[in-house]
Structures are given as structure tokens and as C-alpha cells.
């Protein structure tokens, strides 16, 4: 019923994000500043793939791409929506950014190594000049920040400097 209901739903305001991405890509040109469109945590939310898909075909600049979050694809992947290797396949040459966080069952934004996503499977994907960003809750402490990073520099999702 979910799935249907969103299908019946969704092209209205997926026309409407394409309309406003139309001229905020319009207006961004020129501008140094680089755009990241982000896989989303829900499942009503846009967008899914094939919507991001005809987003990012709306320009083919490197400063608009893809905006990665590991733990909302690790949520979607969980309920069985969206595997999430396909955020990864189709879109990781289009990767303009990442949110680095874990998730435990499908509670998202804990440090790095205090729940289930592999981190190793991601980092191929992450390319060089992508924005890594740690996206952790105010819980987190300093020794499991710690130990976080050092997840993500073993598993080369980042570059300890």
C-alpha cells in the first residue's frame, strides 16, 4: 500500500523539485559552489533513484552531483526499498559529497563502528576530491569519535592528515 500510495503521489512534487533545481542551477552556475542532491531516509521522500537520476541529468557540470549519506541508503536497505550498493553503482561517479555516520537496526547518526555498515564496501566509491562530512549525533563521545575516524581511515573512507 506504501508503495503504491507514493507512486499515485509522487510525480507532482517531483515535477516541482525539477522546477525549482531548474533555476537554482541556473542561478549557481558560475558560482564556485557545488551542489549535492542527498539520498534520503524515508521512503516517501525524494529522491528515490530513478528520481535522482533525472535530476542529476539536468546538468552534467561536476559542481552538481550526488550527495551520499551512508546511513539513510543503510536504512532504505534494511527495509528491503532500495539496496544500497544502487546509490553506490549508479550515482558514486557523481559523488559530490558523503555523510559518514553508522546505524544500528535503523537508528542512523552514531559514531563510526557502533553499528552495521560496512564501511569498506563504501569507500571504492567515495571519490578523491569528494566532501566528507561526520555526521554524528550530540551522544557520541570523544573516545567513540576517536575510534570512528580511525574506522574510516582503516577502511579508507578518509585520509587521516
Not at 8 to 15: I, K, T
Request: proline share 4%; net charge negative.
Amino acid at each position: 500500500e506504501m508503495i503504491s500510495h507514493r507512486a499515485r503521489h509522487a510525480q507532482v512534487h517531483v515535477e516541482q523539485v525539477r522546477k525549482s533545481l531548474e533555476e537554482i542551477i541556473d542561478h549557481t552556475r558560475g558560482s564556485k559552489v557545488a551542489l549535492g542532491l542527498e539520498n534520503r531516509y524515508r521512503y516517501y521522500d525524494i529522491p528515490l533513484p530513478d528520481e535522482l537520476q533525472s535530476f542529476l541529468d539536468l546538468c552534467e557540470e561536476d559542481w552538481f552531483g550526488f550527495q551520499f549519506d551512508c546511513g539513510h541508503a543503510q536504512a532504505l536497505d534494511r527495509l528491503g526499498i532500495v539496496p544500497m550498493l544502487d546509490w553506490l553503482e549508479r550515482f558514486g561517479k557523481r559523488m559530490v559529497g558523503c555523510h559518514l555516520h553508522d546505524v544500528k537496526g535503523l537508528t542512523d547518526h552514531l559514531a563510526p563502528g557502533l553499528g552495521e555498515i560496512d564501511f569498506a564496501a563504501i569507500a571504492p566509491y567515495i571519490p578523491e576530491n569528494a566532501c566528507r562530512t561526520l555526521e554524528i549525533g550530540p551522544e557520541a563521545t570523544l573516545e567513540q569519535i576517536a575510534a570512528g575516524l580511525e574506522i574510516l581511515t582503516g577502511t579508507g573512507c578518509i585520509v587521516k592528515l
